[in-house]
């Protein structure tokens, strides 16, 4: 199992609008084949910049490489996420045996 976490910043002028679109636009990646247990969520504490994640899971390495590829990833990317985030912290882990 892989664990694909985003930890973001978005860009302070979006309006609640764009914020709220760029999340619809995030919720269609459940949709990629191999995705499991999407979540985007919202930070609660301040101890840090970022104040949002999207959290998704994998049975194996080949298909989170597989999620990276496919193009419905591959349009979000350049039509939301590089015009709405300011800055991410991008983490992929799996359980420690």
Known sequence: M???SVILKLKPS???AEVLN???AAKMLANIPGVQNFEYLKQTSKKNKFGYGLSMEFASNELYGQYTNHPDHV???EQFWLKYVEDFLEIDYEPFN
Do not use: A, E, W
């Open 75 to 77: 349009t979000f990317i």
């Open 22 to 24: 760029f999340f619809n």
């Open 14 to 16: 979006l309006s609640p």
């Open 2 to 4: 892989v664990r694909h």
